[in-house]
């Protein structure tokens, strides 16, 4: 039985826009298990962009906590949070955001780089992940050279190149056509098997929840729907 | 630090317009700075040159209060020790001693009022540009004690030429008895500054000595420095040591306070012109990274998002100022020393026009400086990451999830 990696506890998100004020998210509790393959799914504006942000620590929840691999991450600050959403959480964005002046190699080392790791390390690291996303020879490209597909697979790479405890994924299947799509979630669902590596993904598509362990639906900034599947 | 510096110097080039047209605009700034200031200096320096040069000298030594009142009986005390002194001075390369008195010159034609010099012929010769701004006639000759050399105003207002006669009247030190002589006009000389051609006459200081019947005594010894600027240097010994037993030593700076006064007012607009320059390169630096941060603002989210720490958000940004900076300098001081070589070739030419009570006799060459080159530069910089600032705080502020609002 893998242990809670994230613990989302009666967290609530309230925007004020012109005076008005919006609830994102209304009490939610969730937990996310080590190794689980997680899709977040909902209409437009049912609050799971907000939660996948509240989860990493892109954004601080109004009320309730967060809790990652047991450290309460909605009360952390500046140097602290980044070096704490560099050692334990990966981001694979909707369209790729790659940082486009370097390298496909580059971008995969920049957190290693940032956590201070030897080159002969990095190396290794580098060339092995390049073989599990299937990208390898690549590594000199620019992202512009490379096809939309290509550019997941290396935002994936970077991802995990860190074995980070989970990784969070926003519409990684957006900018994708069904087959680069289907193609690429394959991948991520062996990595998750092979590596026993946590995803959760923010979703409306459908590929994606069809290969989800777990499905979380959201509807009005609440969980309406928490199915665990075989 | 090194990815850092790597990311900020790729992004530098990433939208090569844009940093090649700030580059240039600050560069033009910096060129601009330089070429003001060497025009400054060299301004200055042919003012100060035409204002010494021509007659005044770069240092006069008087009796205290002559330049006052110009009264013929205050001599220099102990003339002969002090002329014997100041031949063992290292750091002058002439001396000369002059009779100063007002005179009168009558032609048939008009009469001309004069502040008449008595002067060693020889001596003069390099310590003033008398004898080589005569345009008519000749200089005077060491023997030469029955001629005169008058300004090519004063000729015209007498209406004589070389060899004419003129009477000379002035009033004898001591008794104030009025002594009169005929003299030949050897030479007239134009200086191009109104004032000296059409109010100096030079004679031989025998002549004069003998007509103000002053004995071997003279009112004013001018000097000449190895180097203009010891005579600019007040705090230099010289002035104190010549300074004493009733006499006042005087350079440049208290004999023209004018000009003086507009060269620290000189100095006053350099700094008002470079605050204002480094105004515009802070502007154009700030416009130039605020333009290509708002450019990458989602990508500025992913970087903070993936763990990249505020600080390090603001060292990226400092960088790429440091780097925009660094090429502009270069483009900066290359075009401002074409812009020197071509003036210093070339020159200005604001010949005629007077400033400060110094007319302006040759074309103005620009001056280069260690510090135009050096100083310029380094401020230009640090301005540059100075500037820096403001958008580095605005890059280390930034929230991820603001900054990627289109995305998580």
New interface residues.
């Given amino acids: 039985m893998h242990e809670d990696v994230l613990k989302v506890q009666d967290v609530s998100r309230i925007y004020s826009t012109d005076g008005l004020k919006v609830n994102a998210l209304r009490s939610v509790s969730l937990s996310i298990k080590g190794s689980e393959f997680t899709a977040i799914a909902g209409p437009s504006g049912s609050g799971k962009t907000t939660l996948l942000n509240i989860m990493s620590g892109l954004d601080t929840p109004t009320s309730g906590s967060v809790m990652l691999g047991g450290k309460p991450i909605n009360t952390m600050k500046g140097s602290e949070l980044s070096d704490f959403r560099r050692d334990h959480i990966g981001f694979i964005f909707q369209s790729y955001n790659l940082i486009p002046v370097l390298s496909v190699k580059e971008n995969i080392e920049y957190i290693m780089l940032l956590q201070g790791i030897g080159e002969g390390e990095r190396r290794t690291r580098v060339a092995s992940i390049l073989k599990q996303v299937g990208i390898e020879g690549m590594e000199d490209r620019l992202p512009r050279q490379l096809s939309g597909g290509q550019q997941q697979r290396v935002a994936v790479a970077r991802a995990m190149v860190s074995n980070p405890d989970i990784i969070l994924a926003d519409e990684p299947t957006a900018n994708l056509d069904s087959a680069t799509g289907a193609s690429l979630l394959d991948m991520m669902r062996e990595l998750n098997e092979a590596r026993g590596m946590t995803f959760v993904f923010s979703t409306h598509d459908t590929m994606i929840m069809d290969r989800a362990r777990r499905l979380v639906i959201l509807k009005d900034g609440k969980v309406a729907k928490d199915e665990v599947r075989k | 630090m090194k990815?850092l510096m790597?990311?900020a110097w790729?992004?530098v080039?990433?939208n090569k317009r844009r940093t090649v047209l700030s580059g240039i605009a600050v560069g033009i700034t910096l060129a601009s700075l330089i070429f003001i200031d060497g025009i400054y200096i060299g301004m200055f320096d042919s003012m100060i040159r035409t204002a010494t040069d021509s007659f005044l000298g770069q240092g006069q030594i008087h009796a205290a209060g002559f330049r006052d009142t110009f009264d013929v009986e205050k001599v220099i005390n102990n003339s002969r020790d002090v002329m014997k002194s100041l031949g063992s001075e290292d750091l002058l390369t002439g001396f000369s001693e002059r009779t100063v008195s007002t005179a009168m010159l009558s032609s048939a034609a008009g009469v001309n009022s004069v502040l008449l010099y008595g002067i060693d012929p020889e001596k003069e010769r390099g310590m003033s540009m008398v004898d080589e701004a005569i345009r008519e006639g000749e200089y005077l000759a060491p023997e030469d004690l029955g001629r005169i050399v008058i300004g090519s105003k004063a000729a015209e207002t007498l209406e004589v030429e070389t060899g004419d006669r003129l009477v000379i009247t002035m009033a004898q030190a001591g008794t104030g008895e009025l002594s009169q002589d005929m003299l030949r006009v050897a030479g007239i000389f134009h200086m191009g500054i109104r004032e000296i051609d059409g109010g100096i006459a030079f004679v031989n200081i025998e002549k004069s000595r003998e007509l103000l019947a002053l004995g071997q005594e003279a009112h004013e010894i001018a000097v000449k420095f190895k180097n203009i600027n010891d005579a600019g240097n007040r705090l230099l010994p010289i002035w104190k040591k010549y300074s004493q037993a009733g006499n006042e030593a005087l350079g440049w700076r208290d004999l023209i306070p004018q000009l003086d006064g507009v060269m620290e007012m000189a100095d006053l607009s350099t700094i008002i012109t470079s605050s204002m320059v480094f105004c515009i390169v802070a502007v154009i630096i700030i416009h130039t990274l605020f333009m290509s941060l708002y450019e990458r603002m989602?990508?500025f989210g992913?970087?903070?998002?993936?763990?990249?720490?505020?600080?390090?958000m603001s060292l990226i940004i400092f960088f790429e100022a440091a780097s925009l900076s660094f090429f502009s300098i270069l483009f900066g001081l290359g075009l401002g020393y074409i812009v020197m070589q071509i003036f210093s070739v070339y020159g200005i030419n604001y010949t005629g026009i007077e400033f400060a009570g110094v007319t302006i006799t040759e074309l103005i060459y620009p001056v280069m400086t260690i510090r135009q080159f050096t100083f310029f530069p380094a401020l230009v910089f640090v301005f540059s990451l100075v500037a820096a600032v403001y958008p580095a705080v605005f890059a280390a502020r930034l929230?991820?999830?603001k900054a990627?609002q289109?995305?998580?």
Avoid: D, H, W
Wanted: glycine share 4%; aromatic share 4%.
């Fill in positions: 990815l790597k990311l790729r992004n080039l990433r989602f990508e992913v970087l903070r998002a993936i763990g990249t720490r505020p600080v390090s929230t991820p999830a990627m289109r995305s998580m």
